[in-house]
C-alpha cells in the first residue's frame, strides 16, 4: 500500500517544509518514505512541487500521472496543473486565493483564480475547499497557510496519520515560540 | 544503523563522511550544491571543507590532498567538470593514493543547465572508473565503494547522480558513528617518477589503464549493483537494460506486470561487458531507458557485434525513447508499452483547463540586479549596445521588461564575447555583465584579457556579496570560508586595477541618478573600464519597511510595472499596489515613478 502525495503552490508558500513535516510525521509511524521536488531556477514566486510518498511498494520518488491520492494545492491554478496527476477516486485541497504571477501584471490578464475554482468544481469529485486568505487572517498571520492546509488534506483521511502525529513532527521542525500557533492552523479546519 | 529522511546529496555527503572523508572542496552549481554544504554541516572538524574558486582549483586541491593518501571528494555539477577537465585528464594517468571521488552531478531537462551533456562519455573519455547510483540509500551506500575501488586502483573515480537522485529524498538507513571506516592521511612522499607527468610517464600510464580498464570491466561484471534480474517468465524473450533514476522508473512500470529481463547499470565505465553477455543471451530484444546520451544502448550494440550476439538493440539511436529531456514515470511506462506490446491505459479525456498562468522565474522584489540593469538601459537608451550576460541570478535580466541580456554562454564568457562583438560591430557600445561569484569562478582573465589587446569595452560587476543563485554560498569576496573563519576579502576593484584597469568605479545600484550618470560617464570613455554594482543580495538582508503608493498621486501610468517587472509590484481592484509581503523596501519604484507617488519606506 502506498500514499501517493502531490503539494503543489507557488514559491514562498512553506511547501517544502509542509512536504518535510508530513514525511517526518509518517516516519514516526514506521512508514518508509520518499519525495522528489522542484528546486533551483524555481525561486520566490515559480510553480512549485514536492511528490511525497509513503509506504511499502515503491522505487522511484516521483509517481505518474493518475497516481496521486491527494493533491495539496496552496493556489488554485496549481491545482490546476498539477490535476493530470490526480486519481480517478483521489481528492484535492485547494487554497481559494490566487497568486498573480508577474507576467500577469504585466500583460494586464484578469487571472484572479475563479475560473480555475470553477473548473477545479467541475471535475473533481472530492474538492476540499480551504479559503487560506480567511484563515491567515483568522489565526494573524500569513506563514501558517501551510500548516492550515496540512490540517485540512488529514481530516480527508487521505493520509495514514492523526493530527495529533502532525503536531508531534511539527513540534521537533518548529521554532518553539511557533509551536502553539502552528497547533492552531493545524486544527483550524475541523 | 538507524532511519534518516535525506535528501540525495545529504545522503552522497554523510556516505562519504561515514567512509573516512578527509577532504572535499568544489564549486557551487545546481544540483550538486548540498553535497559540500551537508558536509561542512556535519564537520566535527576532521573533516577539510572549502569553496574553492572554480572547479579546476577543486580539482587540483583535492588532487593534491589525495597525493598525500587522504580520502578526497571534489564536487561538481556537470558543466564544471568542462572547467576541470584540464587537470582531470592528466590526473587520470598521475593517479592518486588516497581514495579520491569525483561527484559531478548532471542535469536531465535539464531543469538548470546551460546543457544536457553525459558524464559517463567524459568518464569513458577520461577513461576512469564511473558510478551511476539511482537512488537516495544506493547513493549512500555507492559512495563507500567509490572510494574502495579509487584506493584499491590508484584512480580517482567519477560518481555522477542526476537530479532526481541528488535532490529527491527518502528514508535510508544510515550509519552510527561507531561504524565509520576511520583513517589517517601519511602525508606527501616525493617520487618525481610518479608524481610528474612527462611524455615517458604518461605513455607507460596510458598502457596500465587500458590494461586496468579491461580487468575492471571483469570486476564490474561481479559488482552486485550491476543487477540482472530475471524475467517473471522464464520464455520472456525481451529485455530492458537502464540506470539511475530512470532504473527506479522501470521497475514502477512493472509493477503488477509480467516483467522482462532486467539489466541495472551501475557501472558505465569500464562497461560491465561480461555481465551484458550474460543479461544478452537468450534474448530477441533490448530496451534501452537511459537518460541524456545512448551510453548503454551504443555498449550493449557493441557487445553484440563482437560476440556475434543476435539481439535487437533499441533505444535513442532507434527512436523507441526521446533523445532529448528527462525521463518521467509516465514517459518511461510508455515506451515500455510499446516495446512489450502492453495495452495503454484508456485516457478519460477531461474538459480542456482555463488557460494557466506562467510563473517563469523571476529577480526577487528588491533584487540589485533590477536596478542594475535598468541604470544601465536608461543611461544607454536610444544607443546601439550590446549586453553581455553571465551564469547567475542576473541571467534572469533577460525577460521583459528588463530586457538586457543579450548573450548567454557559460561561466564568465560574457567579457569576451563583447570583445568579439565588439571587433566585428563597430559603433556597438559593449557591455558585460558579471556576478561576484562569477568574476572570481572565471572572469578576471576575460579582464586581462580585454586590457592586453586594447578592447574598448565597459564591464558591470553585479556584485550582491554572494553566490546568489545555487543558494549563498561564500566566496572570495564574502570574507567567510566553509571553516568558518573570517578572512580578509578579496577586493574586486583592487583586482580589476591590479590587471590595469584605470576606471573603477563602485556605486550603488539602488541610488538610480547616480548610478545613470556613472553609466553614462564610464560608457563615453575609451579602452577597458568597470562599474562595480554594490548591494547585497535582498534575500539575505532584513527588509526594509515596504514601499507605500499614494492613490490620490497615482496616476495610474504603470509606469513603475512596466519598466521593473517587480514582483512587489501589483495590480489589484484596477489599481497599482505594493504588495507588502514581498516589498523590501529597495525604493527603486519611487525613483521611477514620474509624479512622485511611491513613498513610506526608510531611505
Excluded at chain 1, 496552496?74 to 491545482?79: G, H, K, N, Q, V
Excluded at chain 2, 584540464?86 to 538548470?112: E, Q, R
Excluded at chain 2, 543558494?471 to 578572512?487: A, E, I, K, L, N
Aim: glycine fraction near 8%.
Amino acid at each position: 500500500m502506498t500514499n501517493n502525495i502531490l503539494l503543489c503552490g507557488v514559491g514562498g508558500q512553506g511547501i517544502v517544509l509542509t512536504s518535510k513535516l508530513t514525511a517526518s510525521a509518517a516516519m514516526d509511524k514506521g512508514y518508509h518514505v520518499m519525495s522528489a521536488e522542484t528546486i533551483g531556477m524555481a525561486q520566490k514566486g515559480g510553480s512549485v512541487f514536492s511528490f511525497l510518498r509513503i509506504g511499502n511498494e515503491m522505487y522511484s520518488p516521483m509517481f505518474g500521472r493518475k497516481q496521486a491520492d491527494i493533491i495539496i494545492a496552496f493556489e488554485p491554478a496549481e491545482a490546476v496543473r498539477m490535476l493530470p496527476y490526480l486519481s480517478d477516486s483521489g481528492c484535492v485541497i485547494v487554497n481559494t486565493h490566487p497568486v498573480m504571477p508577474v507576467t500577469a501584471v504585466l500583460k494586464e490578464s484578469s487571472y484572479n483564480g475563479e475560473e480555475m475554482m470553477n473548473y477545479l468544481k467541475g471535475c473533481v469529485n472530492d474538492l476540499v475547499i480551504v479559503d487560506g486568505a480567511k484563515a491567515c487572517r483568522d489565526l494573524g498571520s500569513p506563514k501558517v497557510l501551510n500548516m492550515v492546509m496540512l490540517g485540512a488534506a488529514i481530516r480527508s483521511g487521505f493520509l495514514p496519520f492523526t493530527i495529533g502525529d502532525a503536531e508531534r513532527a511539527m513540534e521537533k521542525n518548529v521554532k518553539s515560540q511557533f509551536v502553539e500557533l502552528n497547533k492552531k492552523a493545524l486544527n483550524y479546519i475541523s | 544503523m538507524h532511519k534518516e529522511f535525506l535528501m540525495g546529496n545529504a545522503a552522497i555527503a554523510r556516505g562519504a563522511i561515514a567512509a573516512g572523508l578527509d577532504l572535499i572542496c568544489g564549486y557551487p552549481g545546481t544540483p550538486s550544491t548540498e553535497v559540500l554544504e551537508t558536509t561542512a554541516k556535519n564537520n566535527k572538524g576532521d573533516i577539510y571543507v572549502e569553496w574553492s574558486v572554480n572547479e579546476k582549483a577543486a580539482m587540483e586541491l583535492g588532487a593534491g590532498a589525495a597525493y598525500c593518501g587522504a580520502r578526497t571528494m571534489v564536487t561538481m555539477k556537470q558543466v564544471g567538470l568542462n572547467v576541470a577537465a584540464d587537470p582531470l585528464m592528466s590526473l587520470a594517468y598521475i593517479g592518486v593514493k588516497g581514495g579520491m571521488v569525483i561527484m559531478v552531478a548532471d542535469d536531465p531537462g535539464p531543469i538548470s543547465s546551460q546543457t544536457e551533456q553525459d558524464t559517463r562519455h567524459f568518464a569513458a573519455f577520461s577513461k576512469l572508473p564511473c558510478f551511476d547510483p539511482s537512488s537516495v540509500q544506493e547513493a549512500y551506500d555507492m559512495i563507500r565503494d567509490a572510494f574502495a575501488y579509487s584506493e584499491m586502483y590508484h584512480t580517482p573515480v567519477l560518481f555522477r547522480p542526476t537530479t532526481r537522485v541528488c535532490h529527491g529524498y527518502a528514508s535510508i538507513d544510515v550509519k552510527d558513528p561507531e561504524e565509520y571506516y576511520t583513517h589517517k592521511p601519511e602525508g606527501f612522499e616525493k617520487d618525481p617518477s610518479k608524481w610528474v607527468i612527462f611524455p615517458k610517464l604518461s605513455y607507460n600510464a596510458h598502457k596500465n589503464i587500458e590494461k586496468r580498464n579491461i580487468e575492471l570491466s571483469d570486476v564490474f561484471s561481479e559488482y552486485h549493483r550491476n543487477a540482472i534480474i530475471l524475467p517473471a517468465e522464464p520464455s520472456c524473450r525481451k529485455g530492458i537494460a537502464s540506470h539511475g533514476i530512470s532504473f527506479t522508473y522501470v521497475s514502477e512500470a512493472i509493477v503488477d506486470r509480467s516483467a522482462p529481463k532486467l539489466f541495472k547499470v551501475s557501472t558505465p565505465f569500464p562497461f560491465p561487458e561480461k555481465a551484458a553477455v550474460e543479461f544478452l543471451k537468450d534474448l530477441d530484444e533490448v530496451l534501452c531507458i537511459e537518460e541524456l546520451d545512448p551510453v548503454i544502448e551504443r555498449e550493449l550494440t557493441y557487445v553484440c557485434g563482437k560476440y556475434h550476439l543476435n539481439t535487437k538493440i533499441r533505444g535513442k539511436l532507434t527512436g523507441d525513447v526521446q533523445t532529448a529531456g528527462e525521463n518521467t514515470c509516465d514517459s518511461v511506462y510508455c515506451c515500455i508499452a510499446e516495446f512489450m506490446g502492453w495495452e495503454k491505459p484508456a485516457v478519460k479525456e477531461m474538459d480542456a483547463p482555463p488557460e494557466l498562468p506562467v510563473r517563469p522565474p523571476v529577480l526577487c522584489a528588491g533584487c540589485p540586479h533590477r536596478a542594475s540593469f535598468y541604470a544601465v538601459k536608461t543611461a544607454m537608451k536610444g544607443k546601439k549596445c550590446v549586453f553581455c550576460g553571465d551564469i547567475g541570478c542576473y541571467t534572469l535580466g533577460n525577460a521583459m521588461p528588463l530586457d538586457m541580456v543579450d548573450t548567454c554562454l557559460c561561466m564568465g564568457a560574457g567579457v569576451n564575447i563583447t570583445q568579439g562583438i565588439g571587433r566585428m560591430d563597430p559603433g556597438t557600445t559593449c557591455f558585460a555583465f558579471v556576478g561576484d561569484s562569477t568574476f572570481f569562478a572565471s572572469a578576471i582573465t576575460g579582464a586581462v584579457n580585454a586590457v592586453y589587446n586594447q578592447a574598448d569595452m565597459t564591464l558591470i560587476v553585479l556584485d550582491n556579496s554572494t553566490t546568489a543563485m545555487t543558494g549563498h554560498q561564500p566566496h572570495p569576496g564574502t570574507g567567510h570560508t566553509m571553516m568558518g573563519q573570517v578572512v580578509d576579502k578579496v577586493s574586486i576593484e583592487a583586482v580589476l586595477r591590479g590587471v590595469g584597469l584605470k576606471t573603477v568605479e563602485t556605486v550603488d545600484p539602488l541610488d538610480l541618478e547616480t548610478a545613470v550618470n556613472t553609466v553614462k560617464r564610464v560608457a563615453e570613455e575609451k579602452g577597458v573600464k568597470a562599474i562595480i554594482f554594490k548591494s547585497p543580495c535582498a534575500v539575505l538582508i532584513k527588509p526594509e519597511k515596504p514601499a507605500v503608493i499614494d492613490e490620490d498621486k497615482c496616476i495610474g501610468c504603470k509606469k513603475c510595472i512596466n519598466s521593473l517587472g517587480c514582483p512587489g509590484i501589483i495590480i489589484s481592484g484596477g489599481k497599482v499596489k505594493i504588495d507588502s509581503s514581498l516589498c523590501t523596501g529597495c525604493g527603486l519604484c519611487s525613483q521611477v515613478c514620474p509624479v512622485d507617488a511611491i513613498g513610506g519606506m526608510d531611505k
